[in-house]
């Protein structure tokens, strides 16, 4: 549990970061992803939006609530690694269905599906390990 504030914070306010760059045009044409300036792939990147800031959302406030001492601090935080997670699939899933490889934004996506596994698995032992108690 110790590096999961690390991964938080550098993902959600990664998430900010990027919907802010995003929203007013700031990332290079060299960084974009496949056909980003088609009506239909301008769609389904903003399709994300409400999920991403959600994950930021809970994410953040969870430490929030870890900082003040409140137990359901887990709860939240488990909220958040599951949308993490959901993210990152559904990106990988549609890069897989168009057929569509491109490293940076697949190692970006496969971060977001992947390390919030580990959190899970450790918050839902702790979990268990409290109930037995």
């Known amino acids: 549990m110790r590096y999961m504030k690390l991964f938080f914070l550098v993902t959600d306010i990664g998430f900010i970061l990027y919907w802010l760059s995003a929203g007013f ?13 088609h009506p239909f792939m301008i769609a389904w990147n903003w399709s994300f939006f409400p999920l991403d800031i959600l994950i930021s959302v809970t994410g953040l406030y ?10 359901d601090w887990k709860l939240m935080a488990l909220i958040s690694l599951v949308l993490t997670c959901c993210s990152g699939l559904q990106a990988l899933s549609f890069w897989t269905f168009s057929s569509d ?5 697949w190692l970006f996506n496969g971060y977001l599906l992947i390390y919030p596994l580990f959190f899970i698995h450790l918050l839902l032992k702790e979990g268990r390990r409290t109930k037995q108690s």
Request: glycine residues 0%.
């Open 25 to 37: 045009s700031l990332i290079p044409e060299s960084w974009a992803f496949k056909h980003h300036d």
């Open 62 to 71: 969870s430490l929030y609530l870890q900082r003040v001492n409140r137990a």
């Open 101 to 105: 490889f491109d490293l940076v934004w």
